[in-house]
């Protein structure tokens, strides 16, 4: 089966740089989505094929996936993107959707 | 602009089905782009995809699901819908639908959610 691994928590401080990364052995080939997920509310695209930001999508995130390893990266953070991050993987060829167990963002 | 809105009773009773509707309005159900699909939240497995249809009908499911999960589409209606036989104490969750777009295979927009307690 296809598993997503991503760090349970990340801290940092406001205006620093944050990166969550997003490792399986599928990655490779398969785009990977990104997820915000604020208390209380539904999940919201914030990244799509890796590194394309939706519209309204603020420029600080940004996306890259390399190897194995997918990231989403998060610079001159704010207070407002503290939230859980999800990221998400469509396996065209089973047409299998996994989710990573999601990351904790705390803005310090 | 699209919406999607679940709805349903909040509390099941172990061994019956879950039965939810996902209305959709601001947009075509019946699109060739896309697909609509099932993803559920319990705090013990964060995010699961449930399973996702084509307006026409055609299903595909989360193999671990595949066994209780049957999903169908209203295109007069304008809505989808899920059905989970036999559950558990573990099927309670949020459950949220989602449009999902066949060929970049990302979930937008999601619908606000909705709990689903399963309890006597």
């Known amino acids: 089966s296809y598993v997503l691994t991503q760090p349970p928590s990340v801290s940092v401080a406001p205006g620093k740089t944050a990166s969550i990364t997003c490792g399986g052995d599928?990655?490779?080939?398969?785009?990977v989505h990104w997820y915000q997920q604020k208390p209380g509310q539904a999940p919201l695209l914030v990244m799509y094929?890796?590194?394309d930001r939706p519209s309204g999508i603020p420029e600080r995130f940004s996306g890259s996936n390399s190897g194995n390893t997918a990231t989403l990266t998060i610079s001159r953070v704010e207070a407002g993107d503290e939230a859980d991050y999800y990221c998400?993987?469509?396996?065209?060829?089973?047409?299998?959707?996994?989710f990573g167990g999601g990351t904790k963002l705390t803005v310090l | 602009q699209l919406q999607l809105q679940e709805s349903g009773p909040g509390l099941v009773k172990p061994s019956e089905t879950l039965s939810l509707t996902c209305t959709v309005s601001?947009?075509?159900?019946?699109?060739?782009?896309?697909?609509w699909g099932w993803i559920r939240q319990s705090p013990a497995k964060g995010l699961e995809w449930i399973g996702s249809?084509?307006?026409?009908?055609?299903?595909f499911y989360n193999p671990s699901l595949k066994s209780r999960v049957t999903l169908t589409v209203d295109t007069s209606n304008s809505h989808f819908s899920l059905k989970l036989t036999s559950v558990t104490a573990a099927d309670t969750a949020v459950y949220y639908c989602?449009?999902?777009?066949?060929?970049?295979?990302?979930?937008?927009?999601w619908g606000q959610g909705t709990l689903v307690t399963v309890s006597s």
């Open positions: 989602a449009r999902f777009e066949l060929g970049i295979g990302r979930f937008d927009p």
């Open positions: 601001g947009a075509s159900i019946t699109s060739s782009l896309y697909y």
């Open positions: 249809l084509f307006y026409t009908g055609t299903p």
């Open positions: 599928n990655n490779e080939g398969n785009s």
């Open positions: 094929y890796d590194s």
């Open positions: 998400q993987v469509w396996h065209r060829s089973s047409n299998h959707v996994v």
